[in-house]
């Protein structure tokens, strides 16, 4: 299986400042058809994740762009431009390039 | 609007069954994946299983291999995920969610499953 490994968040983080969050996989998340299956997800607290980023840097419906995402290979980043208190909560990477589909350990984001 | 609605969670003993049940509305059912997450009480997340659209793949995760079945009715909307011989480590909010390029972009509230005795 691919571990997911993320680094955790320098606590607590500062309105309006940026806050970025490292997602490094076992092994390349490149799949056989060439695209990268890594997606970043926040969950607030009390409530289910959301989706916020696919394929390393597509921002999904509705999530704004303060939110983005890159990498390649192993490697991935999600950078908050300017944190905002809404932005409270667990993030964690997602890698669903290999079955079974396997999750980041949570990076925990505090104000 | 997309929603997903879980339902059949509970407390239950070790060793026994449940069957919990997602309703699916607002999209095409039968045209995503659908997978079953969970989530240990303050822990993070654990993929659990997926199906394709016409349930003729399905994959789940080592841990509850033999045990765990997940199913669809795409004439109900319906995913389902039939655990037995629970353990105390199945204990978990089990949400479903909608496949989405490699991963999941709808989710649902959650239904608690609670195995003690």
């Known amino acids: 299986d691919i571990v997911m490994t993320q680094t955790p968040l320098p606590s607590p983080v500062t309105l309006g400042q940026p806050a970025s969050i490292s997602c490094r996989s076992s092994?390349?998340?490149?799949?056989?058809?060439?695209?990268?299956?890594l997606s970043w997800l926040q969950q607030r607290p009390g409530q289910p994740p959301r989706l916020l980023i696919y394929?390393?840097?597509n921002r999904f419906s509705g999530v704004p762009d303060r939110f983005s995402g890159s990498g390649a290979g192993t490697d991935f980043t999600l950078k908050i431009s300017r944190v905002e208190a809404e932005d409270v909560g667990v993030y964690y990477c997602?890698?669903?390039?290999?079955?079974?589909?396997?999750f980041g350990q949570g990076t925990k984001l505090e104000i | 609007e997309v929603q997903l609605m879980e339902s059949g969670g509970g407390l239950v003993q070790p060793g026994g069954s449940l069957r919990l049940s997602c309703a699916a509305s607002?999209?095409?059912?039968?045209?995503?994946?659908m997978s079953w997450v969970r989530q240990a009480p303050g822990k993070g997340l654990e993929w659990v299983a997926i199906?394709?659209?016409?349930?003729?793949?399905?994959y789940d995760v080592d841990s509850v291999k033999g045990r765990f079945t997940i199913s669809r009715d795409n004439a109900k909307n319906s995913v389902y995920l039939q655990m037995n011989s629970l353990r105390a480590e199945d204990t978990a909010v089990y949400y479903c969610?909608?496949?989405?390029?490699?991963?999941?972009?709808?989710w649902g509230q959650g239904t608690l499953v609670t195995v003690s005795s």
């Open positions: 969610a909608r496949g989405f390029v490699g991963t999941t972009d709808y």
């Open positions: 607002g999209f095409t059912f039968r045209s995503y994946w």
């Open positions: 199906i394709k659209q016409d349930g003729s793949e399905k």
């Open positions: 092994q390349s998340l490149v799949r056989s058809d060439g695209d990268t299956y």
């Open positions: 394929k390393i840097s």
């Open positions: 997602m890698q669903g390039t290999q079955l079974p589909h396997t």
